[in-house]
């Protein structure tokens, strides 16, 4: 089989990446979440365009989940990233995110759950195929709570990769 020099793995992933801004948009409006939706956005902390306060990142060095749900503040989404105001042992702390630094979303409401692979920079030509599954980090939410495994569906790229 010739080798895929279109790329469709990475061009999955971002029309993928899409369907986390949609849902992002949604949440943005003036009404906010519709329903019982919520979102656990895991992102490594330390990819390039990340901005999160140096004390975040000293705790989650590697990775870290937020939930938006009822306490979000100033929502921002835009074509490449999000901004928003999440609180902290009741301090509030900014983070901006491009959606490449995502890793997993999943609203636990309905049990969807998109799962990313880690591209590397912008700038690199190649993407690892010896290891898809994403390092385990360490991981925070702004009201502790942790997801508890209810049954979601995971959408995994690797089913389309060629092996």
Do not use: C
Not at 53 to 70: G, S
Not at 107 to 128: C, T
């Amino acid at each position: 089989m010739a080798k895929d020099l279109m790329r469709y793995d990475l061009m999955a992933q971002d029309a993928l990446r899409g369907v986390v801004r949609q849902a992002l948009l949604k949440a943005q409006a003036p009404e906010g979440l519709p329903g019982p939706h919520h979102f656990y956005i895991t992102f490594r902390t330390t990819a390039p365009g990340v901005d999160i306060d140096p004390t975040l990142l000293e705790k989650y060095p590697e990775e870290m989940t937020i939930v938006l749900e009822h306490q979000f503040w100033d929502l921002n989404v835009t074509e490449t990233g999000f901004e928003v105001t999440l609180k902290f042992s009741g301090v509030p702390k900014y983070l901006k995110m491009p959606y490449s630094a995502i890793s997993r979303f999943h609203d636990p409401s309905v049990g969807f759950h998109l799962q990313f692979e880690h591209e590397g920079s912008e700038d690199e030509a190649s993407f690892p195929d010896d290891d898809p599954k994403p390092k385990k980090g360490k991981t925070g939410t702004d009201n502790g709570s942790a997801d508890k495994g209810d049954g979601a569906q995971v959408v995994s790229l690797d089913s389309f990769r060629k092996k």
